[in-house]
Structures are given as structure tokens and as C-alpha cells.
């Protein structure tokens, strides 16, 4: 059997990772059936000292992102051994045990996740990683040096009775807040805030901008400026922002503990025409339960990228592994069939891309606006709900299209129709 190492060129155009192929005959040297799958091995790389090793990925195998899996070793190699279906496509990173202590690439920032296709032959999959994300709290203690635009502030370890673990809050104040000490200002509350003005503490390395996009919006004359209060996630993430999980325990820490300390501490408007939220994928979940169950707290939402097709069966997927007995259909459509009513005075700005994760989310936002139609809301008054054509499940896509949201939102300015029409 002849072996040869052809290399893995990433995204960035960087060489990052070589790849052993070694036929058809396992590492073991036993013959690898289409029923045992393809094995990919992990020999990694990393700097003397580093603690425990961990792999996530968007496979099941590999904790379908939440679950992430320890390598093993404590050495400078650290090596994994899984299995997959021929013909998966994986995507994967590594990290020390949380998502702030991800690996860096050569030039010290975040790398776009690794792709890789799996074929028929059992391979190797060699990286060298350089450094990890230093502790975030060297960031959340130096705000202005991530480059943004106006005032954030950091309340670090913000503590509650309804939530399992503390997390930091920031609060950005839009540049001439300190000029007029008799003004007040809307309130955008926004989940993951870790991810939305410093890519030194962003998952992926990349920013919203909604600093940038606020000012933008501002000068454009599109809107007012407006206080935004970004609330980092955590390890709950998934329980915290599902409307169908602890999202009722998580409305309760933004109303009953978060907001009055935010309403004593700025020059806040009050009251839901004056108080929003926004939020990505399973964020997108919690903006729309917050202004479905409480609106007389949120006027309206941005929910970007909803991850609409939750279900039983895709809960149990990565909090567990799959069961015949959980139902696939999404929570949306069983609550639609049970006879759910949308919230009366509220508006909602949905969005999706046609990439990635969002190809799947076509469907239960068709199922959305039928819903909203057949109760007498409004397309265009009272809901958004746009398709933009090439966009993904990331940070960059969301923060081409955050100013459409901010526009909603804060001023009911309706974007343009994307070029799919939607």
C-alpha cells in the first residue's frame, strides 16, 4: 500500500495542517468496513505546558460543537481517534476547555474553523497549534483596547438567582453620551455579547461591529442613537436562550435583576417602545420568546439567524446523542399546531442566510409568516422576514446585515428586499 502526505490549505490561504493518508487499511492495519465508517486520527501539536486538549466540532462525534472532546496525552503531542461516515464534511477547532480559551493561528488571532471532507480512506490529521486566547478577562478590563468606537463598560461576574453561573455584562454608550447629561436613550439588549464589539474576546475572531453599525446608522440619519447592554453567554447557553427550556429564567435575570441596574445606572427611556432585543441562532430564539411572552417589556426584536428547527430529536443529538423516540419536529410547529397566538404591539425583524446552518432555516420561516398572516399581522408593519442569498451562520454574515436590523428595530426603517425577493 503506498501512503503519501498531501497538505490541508485552510480558508485563509494559510498552510496549517498535514494530512497522512493511509488507504483503506486502518492504523491498526485491519481492514476498515463501510460499516465501522472512516477513522480520522488527531496528532496535534501544542506548546510545552498546555493543560488538557480539546476538539469541537459540527458532528455529533465531536459534540456537535457544545460537547467539545479532550484529546489525549499531556505532552507536546496530543492525539484522538473517531469515526465517521464515508463522505461527512466536518468542521472543527480546538480550545483549553472553554470557547475564551480557543487556539490561535500563526498571526495570534482567532482561525476560521478547519474544514475537512471525509472519503474512504482512513487519514491523519496533523496540526500544530501556537498559542490559545488569553484569560478574557485581560480584555473585559481593557475595553478600549479593542478598538471601539464611543464608551463600552464592563460589569464583570454579574451574579443572578435565576441563572447557574455568573457572566459579564457590557454597556456601550454612543459617542456625546457624556455631552448632554439631560438626554436618555432607547436600550438594545443583545445576548452573546462577548461576540459584539471586541474581536479579542469575540469566538470566532470576528466583531459584530455594532459599534460601527450604530454610529453608521446614526449619521445616515436612519435612527437615534441608542445604549447597548451586551450580555455574555455561557456554558448553559443552549438551556438559557431556548424558549422551550430556561428561557422563562433568563427573561426574569434581564427584567427583575439586569435591567434596574442598568435603568439606575444611564440615562435610559423606559417602557417597550424604548426597550429591544437582539440576538444569533439560538439568540434569535430568545429575542422572539422575549417579545412573545413579555411585551410589556420588549416592543420588538432582531432574531438573526433563528435556529427555528430546534427539536427534541436535535436537543438530544448534543446534549446526549440521538433517540428514536424524540421528536423531530421543531418546537415552533408543535406550538403553531397547538394553537400558539403571536403577541399583540410588538414587531419582529427575522432573518436567515442560505449558507451553512441557515440553508436549513427556509422552512419554519415559511411556517412563521403563514402563522403571523393567518392572525392578521402585517408583513412590512408589524414582521420582517428577509432571505439574504450567499449569507452563512457566522459573525461576518451578521454583521453585514446588523444595520437592517438596527434600522427595524429602533426606527421601523424597512430595508430593501434581498435579491431572492424575500
Not at 86 to 107: M, V
Amino acid at each position: 500500500m503506498q501512503t503519501h502526505v498531501r497538505p490541508f490549505v485552510h480558508s485563509t490561504g494559510l498552510l496549517l495542517v498535514g494530512v497522512l493518508l493511509v488507504g483503506v487499511r486502518g492504523l491498526s492495519g485491519q481492514a476498515t468496513s463501510e460499516e465501522a465508517g472512516v477513522r480520522l486520527d488527531f496528532e496535534v501539536t501544542v506548546p510545552e505546558g498546555t493543560p488538557t486538549l480539546y476538539v469541537a466540532g459540527d458532528h455529533p462525534t465531536l459534540g456537535s460543537w457544545s460537547n467539545a472532546v479532550a484529546l489525549e496525552g499531556d505532552g507536546e503531542v496530543r492525539t484522538g481517534s473517531f469515526t465517521f461516515p464515508a463522505g461527512t464534511r466536518i468542521q472543527y477547532k480546538f480550545h483549553l476547555g472553554s470557547w475564551d480559551r480557543e487556539a490561535l493561528g500563526p498571526s495570534g488571532t482567532v482561525m476560521p474553523n478547519f474544514l475537512w471532507q471525509i472519503n474512504e480512506e482512513d487519514i491523519v490529521v496533523r496540526h500544530t497549534l501556537a498559542n490559545f486566547r488569553a484569560d478574557p478577562i485581560q480584555y473585559v478590563r481593557d475595553p478600549a483596547g479593542g478598538g471601539v468606537v464611543g464608551t463600552l463598560r464592563y460589569w464583570e461576574d454579574v451574579e443572578s438567582e435565576f441563572l447557574v453561573e455568573p457572566r459579564h455584562v457590557g454597556v456601550w454608550l454612543p459617542p456625546g453620551y457624556a455631552d448632554d447629561p439631560d438626554r436618555r436613550y432607547p436600550v438594545l439588549y443583545m445576548s452573546d455579547g462577548q461576540n459584539l464589539f471586541d474581536p479579542r474576546l469575540s469566538s470566532w475572531g470576528l466583531d459584530w461591529g455594532v459599534d460601527e453599525a450604530m454610529v453608521a446608522g446614526v449619521e445616515a440619519g436612519l435612527f437615534e442613537p441608542a445604549i447597548v447592554v451586551a450580555v455574555f453567554n455561557s456554558s448553559r447557553r443552549l438551556e438559557e436562550y431556548s424558549p422551550w427550556h430556561e428561557a422563562d429564567l433568563y427573561a426574569r435575570f434581564l427584567i427583575e435583576e439586569l435591567m434596574p441596574r442598568v435603568n439606575e445606572s444611564f440615562r435610559t427611556r423606559t417602557g417597550p417602545e424604548h426597550t429591544f432585543h437582539m440576538g444569533s441562532s439560538m439568540g434569535g430564539l430568545l429575542s422572539w420568546h422575549l417579545v412573545q411572552t413579555r411585551p410589556d417589556v420588549f416592543g420588538a426584536c432582531g432574531c438573526v439567524s433563528s435556529h427555528f428547527v430546534i427539536s427534541e430529536d436535535v436537543v438530544g443529538s448534543i446534549t446526549g446523542g440521538s433517540n428514536p423516540d424524540l421528536d423531530p419536529t421543531p418546537y415552533l410547529i408543535r406550538d403553531i399546531e397547538a394553537g400558539l397566538e403571536p403577541a399583540d404591539g410588538v414587531r419582529v425583524f427575522f432573518d436567515y442566510g442560505t449558507e451553512g446552518l441557515d440553508a436549513t432555516y427556509g422552512p419554519p420561516h415559511d411556517a412563521l409568516g403563514a402563522w403571523l398572516d393567518e392572525a392578521g399581522r402585517a408583513e412590512g408593519r408589524d414582521y420582517l422576514i428577509r432571505e439574504y442569498p450567499g449569507a452563512d451562520h457566522n459573525e461576518g454574515s451578521w454583521r453585514e446585515r446588523l444595520g437592517d436590523q438596527l434600522g427595524w428595530i429602533l426606527a421601523g426603517v424597512t430595508p430593501p428586499a434581498s435579491p431572492s425577493g424575500g
